[in-house]
């Protein structure tokens, strides 16, 4: 249970990272 919170934490912070950086969000697409 808390290794997925983690986890989630972790993707988290890896989306805001890559929103911040509008040539990634081109790039994935995804957010």
Do not use: K
């Amino acid at each position: 249970m808390a290794i997925r919170l983690s986890s989630f934490t972790g993707w988290r912070a890896l989306a805001n990272l890559l929103a911040a950086i509008p040539d990634s969000n081109d790039d994935f697409g995804v957010f």
